[in-house]
């Protein structure tokens, strides 16, 4: 559909919540902040051009109203956004993007100190125990069912189990190499490397491309 062609994952991660229930922009902001944040953070001011953009395209609708004495608008979606949403969700996806500012500082730990990168590795596991704490509130409203959307509950499994995993392995590589750091000199560019570590990197890396072959999915 060729005004579909200015649609971008973030217009389809927006008609996906529209799928769920009508929203305000609002509202769709706050679900955002909510749930998608986690794994697909976008600026406040692009998740309000969406819904428009969603109109325009014909795949969802604009339902003025109101709330008290104050007009608003609602954003449903149409046959038509159901239809590119599900071709959307069958189509390759692009492949996932890291990007971490506390990791680029570990790159380039040989121009700092040991204690400016202990103090990073320590804000990194800060930054984890704080999203833990999201995940267990999240994941116990569940279980205590009193989640939102539990008809929802098969997908959430999934995505909150992808989630809590990443950072247990952040979490778990910071420690790991908290404990490495603490053995160097205070000039990391000075520190010797340890190679029995980069050994079990390398082989860790081959057991896991032995069991892509493996699988058959090559």
């Not at 559909?1 to 799928?19: D, F, P």
């Not at 709330?67 to 996806?93: C, D, Q």
């Not at 570990?106 to 995940?135: I, K, M, P, Q």
């Not at 790991?176 to 990391?188: I, K, L, Q, R």
Request: charged share 25%.
């Amino acid at each position: 559909m060729a005004r579909n062609q200015t649609l971008t994952a973030t217009s389809y991660a927006i008609l996906g919540l529209l799928a769920i229930k009508p929203w305000t922009t609002y509202e769709l902001a706050m679900q955002m902040d909510r749930t998608l944040n986690r794994f697909w953070p976008r600026a406040r001011s692009k998740l309000y051009e969406e819904p428009k953009k969603l109109v325009a395209a014909g795949l969802a609708e604009a339902i003025p109203g109101a709330h008290g004495r104050r007009p608003r608008t609602v954003y449903a979606i149409t046959p038509a956004g159901r239809l590119a949403l599900a071709g959307w969700l069958a189509a390759e996806s692009a492949p996932p993007v890291f990007e971490s500012e506390q990791l680029l500082k570990v790159f380039y730990a040989d121009n700092g100190t040991r204690a400016d990168l202990s103090a990073g590795l320590r804000r990194l596991r800060a930054w984890v125990d704080e999203l833990t704490g999201t995940n267990i509130e999240v994941g116990s409203s569940y279980l205590e069912g009193e989640g939102p959307y539990p008809d929802r509950m098969a997908v959430l499994v999934l995505t909150s189990r992808f989630l809590d995993d990443y950072l247990e392995m952040i979490d778990r590589w910071a420690a790991w190499a908290a404990e490495v750091v603490a053995e160097w000199p205070e000039d990391p560019s000075t520190a010797r490397p340890d190679l029995a570590e980069l050994a079990r990197t390398v082989e860790q890396a081959t057991a896991r491309a032995s069991r892509w072959a493996a699988s058959g999915d090559s």
